[in-house]
C-alpha cells in the first residue's frame, strides 16, 4: 500500500471580478423647462476647484439631483474622505442653484461606495491630458487584482520614457512626474 505525502498545492491566486460600478443617478429627459432638467445642468456644469477644467460630473463625483417643489438635494461623492475641495463645491452648487432660481439647495456628502478613477468620463480625462495632466489609465483596483504600471504617458510629448518624482503632485489625487524625452514635469491623476 502506498501512502502519499504529497500535501494539497494551495489556490496559487484568485482574480476577482471588479465590482460593478454603481449606477450614476439617471439621466432625466432634458425637457425644456424641467426643472429637474435644469437642476441637473446647472450641477453638472459646477467645476473642481483644484481641477478647474474639470467638471464635477467630468469626475464622477456628482451622484445624483433631486427636485421637490423649489427645492434641490444634490449628492456628491468626494474623491476622498479628506478632499480639501469638498467645501468649495459645496459652496459653488448651492450658489449655482440659487442663481438658477432654486430657493432652497441642500448638498449632501455620500462616502460609500468610495469614488473610484472608474467613474470619471471619457470626456474628462481627455481635459485633463489638453490641460497638460496626464489622466488615469486602466482600472482602479477595487477589490481587485493590485494593477501594475508599467508607465505613464507624458501630456505633452506623448513619451512613455517617463518617471516618478513624488508620489504626491500638487493635489493629493496626484502624482510628480518628470518626462525624460522633453524634460518636462507633469502631474498624474492617480488610479484609484
Given amino acids: 500500500?502506498?501512502?502519499?505525502?504529497?500535501?494539497?498545492?494551495?489556490?496559487?491566486?484568485?482574480?476577482?471580478?471588479?465590482?460593478?460600478?454603481?449606477?450614476?443617478?439617471?439621466?432625466?429627459?432634458?425637457?425644456?423647462?424641467?426643472?429637474?432638467?435644469?437642476?441637473?445642468?446647472?450641477?453638472?456644469?459646477?467645476?473642481?476647484?483644484?481641477?478647474?477644467?474639470?467638471?464635477?460630473?467630468?469626475?464622477?463625483?456628482?451622484?445624483?439631483?433631486?427636485?421637490?417643489g423649489d427645492r434641490v438635494v444634490v449628492t456628491i461623492t468626494p474623491t476622498y474622505s479628506g478632499c480639501p475641495a469638498v467645501d468649495t463645491i459645496r459652496d459653488d452648487l448651492v450658489l449655482a442653484l440659487s442663481a438658477a432660481g432654486f430657493a432652497q439647495v441642500d448638498v449632501r456628502l455620500t462616502l460609500a461606495p468610495a469614488w473610484t478613477t472608474d467613474w470619471m468620463s471619457d470626456a474628462g480625462k481627455r481635459k485633463l491630458e489638453e490641460f497638460g495632466i496626464a489622466p488615469p489609465t486602466g482600472r482602479a483596483a477595487v477589490g481587485g487584482p493590485i494593477p501594475v504600471r508599467l508607465s505613464v504617458r507624458c501630456p505633452r510629448c506623448g513619451s512613455l520614457d517617463t518617471r516618478e518624482l513624488a508620489r504626491f503632485g500638487s493635489t493629493s489625487c496626484k502624482a510628480l512626474y518628470e518626462c525624460r524625452a522633453c524634460l518636462e514635469p507633469f502631474d498624474h491623476f492617480k488610479a484609484h
Fill in 1 to 68: 500500500m502506498t501512502v502519499s505525502t504529497a500535501t494539497p498545492v494551495p489556490e496559487l491566486s484568485r482574480v476577482r471580478e471588479h465590482p460593478p460600478v454603481p449606477e450614476q443617478s439617471p439621466v432625466p429627459e432634458l425637457v425644456e423647462g424641467s426643472s429637474l432638467g435644469l437642476a441637473r445642468r446647472v450641477a453638472a456644469s459646477v467645476t473642481d476647484p483644484e481641477v478647474p477644467v474639470l467638471t464635477i460630473e467630468d469626475l464622477g463625483i456628482l451622484r445624483s439631483v433631486d427636485v421637490d
